[in-house]
């Protein structure tokens, strides 16, 4: 695995496997790998010849009362269990080479980020997609990897690829989970033990929305108040949102039909935690 900083280095690596006529995959992370980003790496060793994962905590998607300085970091750690799981190029560059100047401009993401998390993180998608586009263009990858957990996050990303014409194709892979359903992330190690056991219910509440909707429930406003109660009753964290809308479009729905995604918030002392299923409702 070669380890690269600088965008020029990176840019002339990809040039030179494509001349090789390379298929390349791209894993995008934040860092503070665990078993979720590795096994994206694993989904794309096995379409690509070339695995790229980047690794960087981008500030322009963390607001100023959020956790960008608290964010994990440990890239001895994550440079090994890269290398580990067959990363190729593990790209790592800091903000002046990300940001060396202050950007004229910026991707402005006006569809789809009224609700979920962009309801409550004001300009937090403009700051993901403008660092995606950034990463896209520097590492031109045939394929991008991403986690299907921020759902949110891959139905913007689509719609940019959609509407900049951009030359990559999107794979959502699945959550990964831990053994009793709690979604894999990078916050979790920031919950108390209290928190961690109590953390299971968001799942569960997930659960009971699927048990609802397979007995023939079809009121949104019925399963978020079952869901609600549930969550209040098995976590002292406090909700951030409980949402279901069409799925990528993200449209909020009285009566659930089609596509639609079942989505969570909760926030915990030091974590906010995220969690989805996405459904097919005849």
């Avoid at 990559?168 to 919950?191: F, H, M, Q, W, Y």
Wanted: net charge negative; hydrophobic share 40%; charged share 25%.
């Amino acid at each position: 695995m070669k380890i690269v900083e600088t965008v020029q280095e990176l840019q002339n690596l990809i040039k030179e496997a494509k001349r090789n006529e390379s298929v390349v995959g791209f894993v995008p992370t934040m860092g503070f790998l665990h078993e979720g980003h590795l096994s994206l790496v694993d989904q794309a060793q096995k379409e690509c010849d070339l695995v790229v994962m980047s690794i960087f905590v981008n500030p322009l998607q963390f607001g100023p009362n959020e956790d960008f300085d608290r964010y994990p970091r440990n890239f001895e750690r994550d440079s090994r269990l890269a290398r580990n799981a067959g990363v190729n190029i593990l790209f790592y560059p800091n903000v002046k080479e990300m940001y060396p100047t202050e950007s004229a401009m910026k991707v402005i993401v006006h569809e789809g980020v009224s609700v979920l998390c962009g309801k409550s993180r004001p300009g937090h998608f403009d700051g993901v997609a403008t660092v995606v586009l950034k990463l896209f263009n520097i590492v031109t990858p045939d394929r991008a990897y991403f986690g299907m957990k921020d759902a949110q996050q891959v139905a913007v990303i689509e719609k940019m690829i959609r509407d900049f014409n951009l030359q990559v194709s999107l794979i959502g892979c699945p959550t990964l989970r831990e053994e009793d359903g709690l979604a894999k992330s990078s916050r979790n190690v920031n919950l108390t033990d209290v928190e961690r056991k109590e953390a299971v219910s968001i799942y569960n509440s997930l659960q009971l929305a699927k048990k609802l909707i397979a007995q023939g429930e079809r009121k949104t406003e019925r399963i978020q108040e079952e869901m609600t109660t549930f969550l209040e009753t098995n976590s002292s964290g406090t909700i951030d949102y409980i949402e279901l809308l069409t799925y990528p479009e993200l449209n909020h729905l009285e009566q659930l039909e089609g596509k639609v995604i079942i989505a969570i918030a909760q926030q915990y002392s030091k974590a906010r935690l995220i969690d989805n299923i996405v459904l097919e409702i005849e």
